[in-house]
């Protein structure tokens, strides 16, 4: 493994999305920012968010658009910043952000479905239709948490569906490169799912008494395994970061797997260069760092790009 630190000094970084000019967008969930990393490492904050910005993803607008969980606690333990539960009594809530990458204004497009608030939302994929799915993980609180669900929303903020429901804290979503497959990934089950899109923000629907049976289990790592974001190469593989120490990469087929290991204790999330270069970046979490690795295949383009 080739692995090299670009900058560390982040607020626990998720959301990794790369840009055209070489820099990446990362949000800081305990700082409240999203912040430009230079490829020299030189960090610039875009702009500062209430709660805790989580998954981002560029829209057909060329605004990042941003799941925000509504807010975390932290520890900070060994040099090391680690979640933690949220306490029982908390009512805190999440919504979704678009944010021009040139002002940093923020316009928040959903609070609610159907009446019912978001919880935690998470991650987020834009499909080539303009619309975009994301995960809502629940909360973790000390006692208990929430179930979780998968939604689609229109970039415009006109209309969003809960399609899943319920997950056990889904976290990572993406789509495959002909866009007729969605996949889920678990984090508490550790299970990655993937779903046959029918058209843009449905699912095929299979015969079966629960939800999760509309998809198809492709992995289901052995031993302690915490799914978290995910993205997909342009061979078709699941690219799951997985805690801790980890990141599990999967085949369409779920036929094949195989475990790169990470020096981090949280590695969250992964995403791939869009300017030609074979290369993946990583962000690890608990000790503030984006890393960078050479990635044979290359990713997977995106719907859009900044």
Not at 72 to 94: K, W, Y
Not at 122 to 140: E, R, S
């Amino acid at each position: 493994m080739n692995l090299q630190e670009i900058t560390c000094g982040l607020r626990f970084p998720e959301g990794p999305v790369a840009c055209r000019d070489g820099s990446i967008l990362v949000v800081e969930i305990e700082a409240g920012r999203l912040t430009r990393v230079a490829p020299s490492g030189e960090k610039t904050v875009i702009t500062e968010t209430k709660g805790g910005p989580n998954g981002a993803a560029i829209g057909p607008d060329g605004r990042c658009y941003v799941c925000n969980n509504g807010g975390m606690q932290f520890v900070e333990r060994n040099d090391q910043l680690l979640p933690m539960p949220a306490e029982e009594s908390s009512t805190a809530t999440g919504w979704i952000d678009a944010i021009d990458l040139a002002t940093g204004t923020i316009e928040t497009l959903y609070t609610e479905c159907d009446g019912l608030p978001l919880k935690a939302p998470n991650d987020i994929v834009f499909d080539a239709a303009g619309g975009f799915w994301f995960t809502d993980h629940g909360k973790l609180r000390r006692q208990s948490r929430d179930r979780g669900a998968v939604y689609y929303a229109a970039a415009d903020g006109s209309a969003i569906e809960r399609v899943i429901a319920p997950l056990d804290s889904p976290n990572g979503i993406g789509l495959s490169s002909d866009q007729r497959w969605l996949y889920v990934a678990e984090t508490h089950a550790g299970r990655l799912w993937s779903f046959a899109v029918s058209e843009p923000g449905a699912i095929e629907r299979l015969d079966g008494p629960a939800p999760w049976e509309h998809g198809t289990l492709l992995a289901n790592p052995p031993g302690y395994c915490l799914l978290d974001s995910l993205a997909v190469d342009a061979a078709g593989n699941v690219c799951v970061a997985s805690i801790p120490h980890a990141l599990q990469v999967i085949s369409a087929d779920g036929r094949t797997q195989r475990r790169i290991d990470m020096p981090d204790l949280m590695p969250t999330n992964i995403c791939f260069d869009v300017t030609g270069r074979h290369r993946a970046y990583v962000t690890l979490s608990a000790r503030g760092c984006l890393a960078m690795m050479d990635w044979p295949t290359g990713g997977q383009r995106l719907a859009f790009e900044a």
